[in-house]
């Protein structure tokens, strides 16, 4: 599989953000990892969630070795399965097939950031896009992406948005509170959520590699929306 290259004018990351990937072999990049971390992998039965698991938590310690954070302890989870993070520090992680990343900011600066990467190729069902849009003139927007990708790349986008609210206010937002209001470029979504029966706009950047969709969300401190957008880099090849 070639490099993960995302690559475009319009999509660079805000210094104070960092975004980290971990890519197989898994094997190699267990330095990264704290005893506890390796010792809970090693208790998860299924190969697959393993992975996974490993995956998710080497790219959280590259994210804040890249931000600056410290290192030196484990990513455990509270009672909502939400990872715990360093003082000071807000963070999001995800994984499919044995990929894992993870967006991570200072507190200081971001009320919350969210990301998410599914493969394309998972079943969602094409009814999904109906439910996601305000208006049906959006889905011709989406020409360029199959039926099927259209569902997973709005189900990504959801997901990404949902996990950082979440993170942050504890709030589980109905999936009937959410709908996809606009497209501003190729690469962003602007979705409406209603929190506390007050609508709020997201902006949520995307794109695609191979065989995921990637998503990428975040709040900025002061109550003021960060357009988050994904950085222009090269990462190793997936083996």
Same mark, same amino acid.
Request: with cysteine; proline share 8%.
């Given at each position: 599989?070639?490099?993960?290259? #995302?690559?475009?004018?319009?999509?660079?990351?805000?210094?104070?953000?960092?975004?980290?990937?971990?890519?197989?072999?898994?094997?190699?990049?267990?330095?990264?990892?704290?005893? !506890?971390? #390796?010792?809970?992998?090693?208790?998860?039965?299924?190969?697959?969630?393993?992975?996974?698991?490993?995956?998710?938590?080497?790219?959280?310690?590259?994210?804040?070795?890249?931000?600056?954070?410290?290192?030196?302890?484990?990513?455990?989870?509270?009672?909502?399965?939400?990872?715990?993070?360093?003082?000071?520090?807000?963070?999001?992680?995800?994984?499919?097939?044995?990929?894992?990343?993870?967006?991570?900011? !200072?507190?200081?600066?971001?009320?919350?950031?969210?990301?998410?990467?599914?493969?394309?190729?998972?079943?969602?069902?094409?009814?999904?896009i109906e439910k996601m849009l305000k208006e049906s003139s959006l889905l011709s927007a989406f020409r360029v992406f199959e039926e099927k990708e259209k569902a997973v790349l709005l189900f990504s986008a959801k997901e990404a948005l949902f996990k950082g609210i979440f993170?942050?206010?504890?709030?589980?937002?109905? !999936?009937?509170?959410?709908?996809?209001?606009?497209?501003?470029?190729?690469?962003?979504? #602007?979705?409406?959520?209603?929190?506390?029966?007050?609508?709020?706009?997201?902006?949520?950047?995307?794109?695609?590699?191979?065989? !995921?969709?990637?998503?990428?969300?975040?709040?900025?401190?002061?109550?003021?929306?960060?357009? #988050?957008?994904?950085?222009?880099?090269?990462?190793?090849?997936?083996?």
């Amino acid at each position: 599989m070639p490099p993960l290259k #995302i690559s475009s004018p319009l999509l660079a990351l805000p210094s104070n953000t960092a975004l980290a990937v971990a890519l197989p072999p898994l094997s190699t990049q267990l330095h990264y990892l704290t005893p !506890f971390e #390796i010792e809970t992998a090693e208790k998860i039965p299924n190969k697959k969630s393993r992975e996974n698991y490993l995956a998710g938590r080497i790219a959280a310690h590259k994210a804040l070795e890249m931000l600056g954070a410290p290192t030196s302890l484990p990513i455990k989870t509270d009672p909502d399965s939400v990872p715990l993070w360093p003082e000071g520090v807000v963070g999001s992680i995800s994984h499919s097939c044995s990929v894992g990343i993870c967006l991570a900011a !200072f507190e200081k600066d971001f009320n919350f950031v969210g990301v998410d990467i599914e493969n394309y190729k998972r079943s969602v069902s094409p009814s999904f896009i109906e439910k996601m849009l305000k208006e049906s003139s959006l889905l011709s927007a989406f020409r360029v992406f199959e039926e099927k990708e259209k569902a997973v790349l709005l189900f990504s986008a959801k997901e990404a948005l949902f996990k950082g609210i979440f993170n942050a206010l504890r709030i589980k937002v109905p !999936f009937s509170k959410c709908v996809l209001t606009q497209l501003l470029s190729p690469n962003k979504l #602007i979705f409406s959520v209603e929190i506390a029966q007050q609508p709020q706009e997201y902006a949520v950047a995307f794109t695609k590699w191979e065989d !995921f969709f990637i998503a990428l969300e975040g709040e900025e401190n002061l109550k003021v929306k960060k357009n #988050i957008r994904i950085p222009t880099q090269t990462i190793p090849n997936k083996k």
